[in-house]
């Protein structure tokens, strides 16, 4: 039986090109596509339709006064309209963020994260790979920032969007691709369980 190809919307806002490119390397490990919220908090109409059909969404946004930037925060109460419908009911759900400092309260963010993919309905992807926190460790290695529930990513203020850690960046691409391998399963059940029903009609 053959699994069927997941659709994966990585919906993101970025303020000054780090979240992007954070939302490039997610989306690579996915095989998604990017869907930028653009500075007036809003998408497109064919934007909302590519999310309602799409098998997987992750969230994208920088952490600015410890939550997720504004933009982000009217994509999300607009999103009441697919809500309301259960339009993205049993999706597959993640998300990651940046912001300058160490700490900056990114968890507050990948939390929020968390909550509006349960109002929703959605089954959340943690990160799954171990912190690297022991005396070798190095900026560019993966989960520098000790994150369970999904990447974060530090880049100093003064510091442009190229000078990324490449820990953060292959962190969020190895994030998608376990996203993706989520949605994979969990379709993979699904056409299970109809292939058994069908048997039994």
Do not use: C
Not at 103 to 130: E, M, P
Not at 158 to 177: F, I, K, Q, W
């Amino acid at each position: 039986m053959n699994t069927p190809a997941i659709n994966t919307i990585v919906v993101y806002h970025s303020g000054y090109g780090h979240t992007r490119r954070m939302a490039e390397a997610v989306a690579e490990g996915a095989g998604g596509t990017l869907l930028a919220i653009d500075s007036d908090g809003d998408l497109t109409d064919e934007g909302w339709a590519a999310l309602d059909t799409a098998d997987a969404i992750i969230f994208g946004a920088p952490t600015y006064m410890g939550g997720p930037s504004w933009q982000f925060k009217k994509f999300a109460d607009t999103s009441s309209k697919p809500w309301f419908a259960d339009k993205w009911k049993d999706k597959i759900f993640g998300g990651f963020t940046n912001s300058a400092s160490i700490n900056g309260d990114k968890l507050n963010t990948l939390q929020y994260f968390v909550l509006l993919a349960g109002q929703h309905g959605g089954l959340w992807v943690s990160l799954a790979i171990k912190p690297a926190n022991v005396k070798a460790s190095k900026r560019d290695d993966p989960n520098r920032m000790g994150s369970y529930i999904a990447p974060m990513a530090q880049s100093d203020a003064d510091a442009a969007p190229s000078e990324m850690s490449v820990g953060d960046l292959e962190t969020a691409r190895l994030y998608g691709a376990r996203v993706s391998q989520v949605a994979h399963q969990f379709a993979a059940g699904l056409s299970q369980r109809d292939a058994r029903l069908g048997g039994m009609a």
